[in-house]
């Protein structure tokens, strides 16, 4: 339970919080480790024949170096050197002892060789290890000092302990700062996530994890998520009753048009203006219904379903014609595609004058294009094609019907099903829609 609140809490923290906790972890693991060291070193002790060994050859070098003159006490050092024992002569002055002293270790040596009390012997366990593990010194009689450095077996595990408690607090500060930005990093990727699909669809409430600043974070962008929504809907709903409740005159206008009084003139003019608005409100009213998400994507054979919006449009006189594959399944909304497929077929036959329909499967998505042999689209225009609610006059004719509305619900549908719309016009004259869906797991 103390475990799981010391948790709960450091996730709470905020990131400095965080890095001053992670700093005082690794400051306390370095005391503990080194106190731990200091103990382990300050209580060693050697087997009784290398403990002799150090202090016969001490007493030997003491002895030896007494008797000799100063200026050959370099070289008689070096002469009494060993492999395993190796001694250098250091002039009088200031006296350099270890950090890690070998107290017990001393206290041993001494009790082997009493004589080498009077020369204040220091033990010391070596840092790095290289004439050595154990290393100290001994002062002469003239104030000079006998460094000297041996190898002891049993000291290998001191060695190893000395080099972990360096390395230790190293190594645990690498980790906990990789477990810091991790934990820190992982609430800040679901929260990338979100924006990305900020508005797009219903609000995903990002779970509130990590550091106070990056709750406070999250918690804005939830509140922000739903304050879109909830004005998507507004608009949504506000559009719907708009084209439902314009519905009614439209409907009201078209039985006044049927008295016989009326010139038959001023009926067809009227009746043509009547059906362009209902049209105009059924194209609001697809474009905002196009974001049917909730709608569950199923197998269609995008194929069968180009090739019978064909048909109908040749039944109804159209200049169109199909060609590609009979057959090829995705994974779709199968009204959306639909009402997509129709209106590229529908723009391509009223701007260009015919249609061609080709549908093929091209690597891993399947692929339908919608030609004609119209004016096309000027190049700096494409972009503004897409758009809702434009109207490309220069290149279409004022008086045709639409709000631009036409392609934008294409685009809108094609989006929702992680598929592609490319529009560019053909070298040859024409526009060309490619429209990209991925394909269905076989």
Do not use: C
Not at 104 to 111: K, S
Not at 238 to 254: F, Q
């Amino acid at each position: 339970m103390a475990a799981g609140g010391l948790v709960s809490l450091f996730r709470r923290l905020g990131l400095p919080e965080r890095l001053l906790a992670v700093l005082l972890l690794v400051i306390i693991v370095d005391v503990t480790a080194n106190s731990f060291l200091f103990d382990r070193v300050n209580s060693f002790k050697l087997r009784r024949d290398d403990a002799e060994r150090i202090a016969e050859n001490l007493v030997l070098a003491r002895r030896t170096l007494e008797r000799a003159e100063p200026r050959a006490r370099d070289a008689m050092a070096e002469a009494l050197s060993t492999r395993r024992f190796t001694l250098d002569w250091v002039a009088p002055g200031e006296r350099k002892r270890g950090s890690l002293g070998l107290a017990n270790l001393r206290a041993q040596v001494v009790e082997i060789e009493p004589e080498l009390a009077l020369g204040d012997l220091e033990l010391h366990l070596e840092e790095l290890p290289g004439a050595g593990n154990i290393g100290g010194s001994i002062r002469l009689s003239d104030r000079s000092v006998v460094r000297f450095h041996t190898h002891a077996n049993a000291a290998w595990k001191l060695t190893v302990g000395r080099v972990a408690s360096l390395l230790l607090p190293t190594l645990l500060l690498i980790v906990l700062a990789w477990v810091l930005l991790r934990t820190t990093l992982k609430p800040l990727r679901n929260l990338i996530g979100a924006t990305r699909h900020l508005g797009s669809e219903p609000p995903q409430p990002v779970p509130e994890r990590g550091p106070d600043e990056l709750r406070s974070l999250i918690r804005a962008l939830n509140e922000m998520q739903q304050r879109i929504h909830q004005s998507l809907v507004d608009r949504t709903q506000t559009m719907l009753a708009i084209g439902h409740d314009l519905k009614t005159p439209l409907s009201r206008m078209r039985l006044r048009l049927d008295d016989d009084s009326v010139d038959p003139e001023v009926r067809e003019g009227l009746s043509h203006d009547i059906d362009e608005m209902r049209m105009l409100l059924e194209s609001i009213q697809a474009y905002v219904d196009s974001d049917g998400r909730n709608i569950p994507a199923e197998r269609i054979d995008i194929a069968v379903m180009a090739e019978t919006l064909v048909d109908t449009a040749a039944d109804h006189g159209a200049d169109v014609a199909y060609s590609g594959a009979s057959s090829l399944e995705v994974r779709a909304r199968p009204v959306a595609i639909r009402r997509a497929l129709s209106n590229l077929i529908e723009n391509a036959v009223h701007y260009g004058g015919n249609a061609r329909v080709f549908v093929r499967r091209d690597g891993g998505a399947a692929e339908i294009i919608v030609e004609d042999d119209g004016p096309g689209i000027p190049e700096d225009r494409i972009a503004d094609a897409l758009q809702p609610f434009v109207r490309l006059d220069t290149a279409r004719t004022r008086d045709t019907a639409g709000m631009g509305l036409g392609l934008p619900i294409v685009r809108k549908a094609v989006r929702m099903e992680n598929g592609t719309l490319d529009l560019r016009n053909r070298p040859q004259g024409g526009l060309r829609a490619t429209i990209r869906l991925p394909l269905t797991a076989d």
